[in-house]
């Protein structure tokens, strides 16, 4: 279940990720400012045929041997030449790799859209699909009214659609496990469970990041909270995962009185799908059953300040477009939610991916 992909250490991440920025705005400065825009917008061109490649499944094709265009055009009913010019263009971006005689290899990044562990497929999916494709297209709509860009096209919020659309929603719930396998063990790395009893997850899905939590802390149990709908899933991983005697399943909604009691909670990317009132209501229905002191940790995104460059502020953009007032926060506004909502923040653990732990303990 763990991930076994290899990440370097926080220190040398953090080294390279300042010489790369500098490297790169270095590279900007040199060039006149329409040439170095054109050249930012032409990653446009790169999602559509990176959707079709993870829609095609043309890794899994691959994972044997190369293959020849013309093979590969008729194990995915496609048309040879249009297929060729997709995968000829991510070749030249450094996704998969082509061969004399108009063949196609796997390398690191297309195993990357092989199913399994380090998969992003799914998240490709999701997100370069039609559904979240038109939502972005949208986004003026957004700017203007204040009103999700999801909801200005299908008329009803994303939450909503999904449940009355099952296929996208079993898409987005595969989405979201594979982003949460990928951060796993950046997670695991930068925080210290053994001292904890009981770790309560709440609105945990199906349990992925507890589950992994409580193999690597034998000595430690957990509790899932999460919608009455997601019990049955929940308890199957549970049980294939070994951890019925120390991992157990509780229904509700965190948009209600939450009735659990544990020595460290967790709260994984919920935060940032509500506005600032939902958000208080949400940490607020968890402080009344914590004791004073105890700790809750957000995983959340941190925007940085003004002109630095961050992941999180490009995923602002899907939340602007997606989320019914959801969005990314800096430190400050987490702050001032915390305090609000009768929480303070100790101490923000950086990780190596845009993922941040925000330790807070009840006043």
């Keep these: 279940m763990n991930s076994s992909q290899k990440f370097p250490p926080f220190i040398m991440v953090q080294i390279i990720s ?6 790169l705005n270095l590279h900007n400065k040199m060039f006149p400012g329409s040439v170095v825009l054109y050249e930012q917008f032409q990653s446009f061109w790169l999602l559509q045929p990176l959707y079709i490649a993870a829609e095609l ?3 899994e094709h691959l994972r044997e ?3 020849g265009i013309e093979e590969l055009a008729e194990k995915t009913n496609s048309h040879p030449e249009p297929l060729y010019r997709v995968l000829r263009a991510l070749a030249s971006s450094g996704i998969f790799r082509e061969l004399d005689g108009k063949r196609f ?3 690191s990044r297309a195993r990357a859209l092989l199913d399994g562990d380090g ?3 799914n998240m490709i999916l999701h997100h370069l699909g039609k559904i979240n494709w038109s939502a972005n297209g949208n986004l003026l709509h957004a700017v203007k009214t204040n009103e999700s860009a999801f909801k200005g096209i299908f008329q009803m919020d994303i939450y909503l659609y999904l449940q009355h659309n099952q296929d996208e929603l079993r898409r987005f719930e595969k989405s979201m496990s594979d ?3 990928l951060a796993l063990n950046p997670l695991l790395s930068r925080y210290d469970f053994s001292k904890c009893r009981t770790i309560a997850d709440i609105g945990g899905g199906e349990g992925f990041l507890l589950a992994n939590i409580l193999q690597n802390f034998p000595d430690t149990k957990g509790i899932l909270f999460d919608l009455p709908e997601n019990s049955v899933k929940a308890e199957e991983f549970i049980h294939t995962s070994g951890l019925d005697q120390r991992m157990s399943f509780v229904p509700g909604s965190f948009l209600e009185p939450v009735n659990i009691q544990a020595d460290l909670y967790l709260m994984k990317n919920v935060l940032h799908n509500w506005d600032d009132e939902h958000g208080a209501r949400i940490l607020l229905n968890l402080g009344k059953t914590m004791i004073k002191r105890s700790t809750l940790l957000i995983i959340e995104m941190v925007i940085p300040g003004p002109n630095i460059p961050s992941f999180s502020k490009m995923v602002d953009m899907q939340m602007l477009a997606t989320m019914p007032g959801g969005k ?3 430190a400050q506004e987490y702050e001032i939610l915390l305090k609000k909502s009768g929480y303070r923040l100790k101490r923000i653990i950086q990780t190596i991916t845009p993922l941040s732990i925000l330790e807070t303990v009840r006043e």
């Design 57 to 59: 499944n043309i890794s």
């Design 105 to 107: 290899k796997l390398n």
């Design 18 to 23: 300042r010489l790369r920025g500098m490297l």
């Design 119 to 121: 998969s992003i497929r």
């Design 328 to 330: 990314e926060r800096t």
């Design 179 to 181: 982003l949460t396998a």
């Design 65 to 67: 041997k190369p293959l």
